[in-house]
């Protein structure tokens, strides 16, 4: 009889032994957090600022790993196909899931299958802005000015491909304008040439865009979100012009898929309570982004999907062909 008492309780211990590892026991070593852009920049200092906070809440290290290069696709795939059990995070871009799949022919992750929703962190609305002389000062008049004054704007822009080069062919498709593009290997220089009217417009995130608001050398003419920003409340938004043309940047944070659910949750809770703290909302404030919380990994999942759907019509519509 003791035999098979001993026998069964082997066989209990080996059965346990298969059973995945719950929230409960994670993490019990380190946490990884991809990040696609290199050290020192905006998504590297946000993400640092979040594991510092989320290293506290899990009582384990949270390292950031930069893996920069080809437009956030190193990093991406380098995430996509780490081990799924939640020890590896990725720091995900607007770019890295729901754009390069509309831009680039071939990549090697699939930003849809590979990856799960774990929570949003914040998003960051871009600004047209015009110089002084330009005699215009929103969008309705500017698209007039352009179309009795042909060749007379210029969008000083990152680039056809890059997000304010699509946003200012997308301005132009909806309303029917032809402003023309000059593409900037580095967008300061394509600031200072619209602060010296070489190019009389630019596509700026708030912080850079703000010094030159206050010094009265550009004017805001539209904000590229759906709502206004208190801080610039007589700014009207694209959208009041042109219904449907909204563009903005953001982050959230991803896992590969196949992460067990009850670790996605788990992060979910922390990662809610690091952005609703004051601190963390201010911080991300004065880089120019802003968060409303986590949201849920359901909640997330479906914008990050309305995203991928909004993009494959915004490239459509402007006509670019992925390379």
């Given at each position: 009889m003791s035999i098979l008492v001993r026998a069964a309780t082997l066989l209990a211990l080996l059965?346990?032994?298969?059973?995945?590892?719950?929230?409960?026991?994670?993490p019990n070593r380190p946490i990884k957090?991809?990040?696609?852009?290199?050290?020192?920049?905006?998504?590297?200092?946000?993400?640092?600022?979040?594991?510092?906070?989320?290293?506290?809440?899990?009582?384990?290290?949270?390292?950031?790993?930069?893996?920069?290069?080809?437009?956030?696709?190193v990093g991406a795939a380098a995430a996509a196909h780490a081990a799924a059990d939640g020890y590896t995070l990725f720091f995900a871009t607007a770019a890295a899931l729901v754009s390069n799949p509309h831009t680039f022919k071939t990549l090697p992750y699939d930003p849809v299958k590979d990856f799960v929703a774990v929570a949003m962190v914040a998003k960051n609305p871009f600004l047209i802005l015009a110089n002084a002389k330009v005699p215009a000062?929103?969008?309705?008049?500017?698209?007039?000015?352009?179309?009795?004054?042909?060749?007379?704007?210029?969008?000083?822009?990152?680039?056809r491909r890059n997000f304010s080069g699509i946003l200012a062919n997308w301005l132009n498709k909806a309303s029917?304008?032809?402003?023309?593009?000059?593409?900037?290997?580095?967008?300061?220089?394509?600031v200072q040439d619209t602060l010296a009217?070489?190019?009389?417009?630019?596509?700026?995130?708030?912080?850079?865009?703000?010094?030159?608001?206050?010094?009265?050398?550009?004017?805001?003419?539209?904000?590229?979100?759906?709502?206004?920003?208190?801080?610039y409340a007589q700014v009207p938004s694209i959208s009041e012009t042109y219904p449907g043309v909204e563009l903005t940047g953001w982050f959230v944070i991803a896992a590969p898929a196949g992460t067990p659910a009850d670790i996605v949750t788990r992060l979910n809770q922390e990662m809610d309570?690091?952005?609703?703290?004051?601190?963390?909302?201010?911080?991300?404030?004065?880089?120019?982004?802003?968060?409303?919380g986590a949201d849920t990994p359901e909640a997330t999942g479906a914008f990050v999907q309305a995203q991928y759907d909004?993009?494959?019509?915004?490239?459509?519509?402007?006509?670019?062909?992925?390379?």
């Open positions: 059965l346990l032994s298969f059973v995945p590892a719950k929230a409960e026991t994670w957090i991809i990040v696609s852009q290199a050290a020192g920049g905006t998504p590297d200092l946000i993400c640092r600022l979040i594991s510092d906070k989320l290293s506290d809440l899990l009582g384990q290290r949270v390292v950031v790993e930069n893996r920069p290069g080809g437009g956030n696709v000062n929103n969008l309705p008049e500017l698209i007039a000015y352009d179309k009795a004054n042909p060749g007379k704007l210029a969008f000083a822009t990152d680039g029917g304008a032809d402003i023309l593009q000059v593409p900037y290997a580095t967008m300061p220089q394509g009217g070489r190019t009389q417009l630019t596509i700026l995130a708030i912080p850079s865009a703000a010094p030159h608001i206050a010094s009265g050398a550009l004017k805001p003419i539209a904000i590229s979100w759906a709502k206004r920003l208190p801080q309570k690091i952005l609703k703290t004051p601190e963390m909302v201010k911080r991300l404030a004065d880089v120019g982004f802003f968060t409303d909004l993009w494959s019509k915004v490239v459509h519509d402007i006509g670019l062909q992925p390379e």
